[in-house]
T-cell receptor, first 114, second 114 residues
């Protein structure tokens, strides 16, 4: 059962335009959401996060939006740059006695073209 | 300081052999997680350590998988009698403590079972 879903395996955007990556989840116990960026042969790098008590978090070119009623979050990158080309993973967490294990989506490959 | 390191970076082994994968977390981080990423899949949680104890082993796929952590630092993931379906990238992550959401990942160990 895929609790975190990224339905678009790939996305292509022109440099300077907005990139919108989407993520859906099914587990209402998730209370924190994160986006990670991954280059080939490297580990995922933390990008931005949002608590379930908020609906928006912004950090420079990156903004994450959370719609709890729809169990949907999105990552906006504007303006997109060629260096943003990577795989983006959405992750969700529910703090339990067992720490903050993350449940990941399958990722979206973003390609920013010149 | 240094980030999370993992060794070896690549491991090729014959079916039926045992393998050990090592993780050095960020100094001072008390929480340590193991994940794996199979081809075309998202990251899958395996086990969580807080200090030297493992309160959550729920992601270990079979009893062939085990892990330990000593001195609250280095962790070793052991896979006995490897099978071809064990082929994946094994990723280790650490975070400051059990309440921290952001996890910092190592580069991973690519395991290939022939």
């Amino acid at each position: 059962d895929q609790q975190v879903k990224q339905n678009s395996p790939s996305l292509s955007v022109q440099e300077g335009r907005i990139s919108i990556l989407n993520c859906d989840y099914t587990n209402s116990m998730f209370d924190y959401f994160l986006w990670y960026k991954k280059y080939p042969a490297e580990g995922p790098t933390f990008l931005i996060s949002i608590s379930s008590i908020k609906d928006k978090n912004e950090d420079g070119r990156f903004t994450v939006f959370l719609n709890k009623s729809a169990k949907h979050l999105s990552l906006h990158i504007v303006p997109s740059q060629p260096g943003d080309s990577a795989v983006y993973f959405c992750a969700a967490s529910a703090l339990t006695g067992g720490g903050n294990k993350l449940t990941f989506g399958t990722g979206t490959q973003l390609k920013v073209e010149l | 300081g240094a980030g999370v390191s993992q060794s070896p970076s690549n491991k090729v082994t014959e079916k039926g052999k045992d393998v050990e994968l090592r993780c050095d977390p960020i100094s001072g981080h008390t929480a340590l997680y193991w994940y794996r990423q199979s081809l075309g899949q998202g990251l899958e949680f395996l086990i969580y350590f807080q200090g030297n104890s493992a309160p959550d082993k729920s992601g270990l796929p079979s009893d062939r998988f085990s892990a330990e952590r000593t001195g609250g630092s280095v962790s070793t993931l052991t896979i006995q009698r490897t099978q071809q379906e064990d082929s994946a990238v094994y990723l280790c992550a650490s975070s400051r403590d059990r309440g921290s959401y952001e996890q910092y990942f190592g580069p991973g160990t690519r395991l290939t079972v022939t």
